[in-house]
């Protein structure tokens, strides 16, 4: 059982930068793989980046390059640096955790944040 509350959301001008923090209470992060989610509006939720148990880390091409996911299992906070933020990138922003990588990309993650919003201007 781990409880997760996201922060660092907020609006930025399109080229800047946020970082958020998914900040755990419970099970250490050691135990769980972990991701972002986003959705913004009038679309489906996606996966965004995603950190397995062994620190192996996956992103969607969408990001990739921009984006870094990071986790300090000390703080038991989960990370998301966002730089070169695009309009596009404007979203709900949830972190997730599961034992098991696989099933946070299909979006069946055991636990969830209640998200922080990210709006980028142009």
């Known amino acids: 059982q ?16 946020l970082r958020l923090s998914c900040a755990g209470s419970g099970d250490s992060f050691s135990s769980y793989s972990m991701g972002w989610f986003r959705q913004a509006p009038g679309k489906e939720r996606e996966g965004v ?5 062994n620190g192996y880390t996956s992103y969607a091409d969408s990001v990739k390059g921009r984006f870094t996911i990071s986790k300090d299992n000390a703080k038991n906070t989960l990370y998301l640096q966002m730089d070169s933020l695009k309009p596009e990138d404007t979203a709900m922003y ?24 990210v709006t980028v201007s142009s």
């Open 2 to 17: 781990v409880n997760l509350v996201e922060s660092g959301g907020g609006s930025v001008q399109a080229g800047g930068s």
């Open 49 to 53: 980046a995603v950190m397995g148990r």
């Open 94 to 117: 949830y972190c997730a955790a599961d034992y098991v990588t696989g099933r946070l990309w299909a979006g069946n993650g055991d636990y969830w944040g209640q998200g922080t919003q």
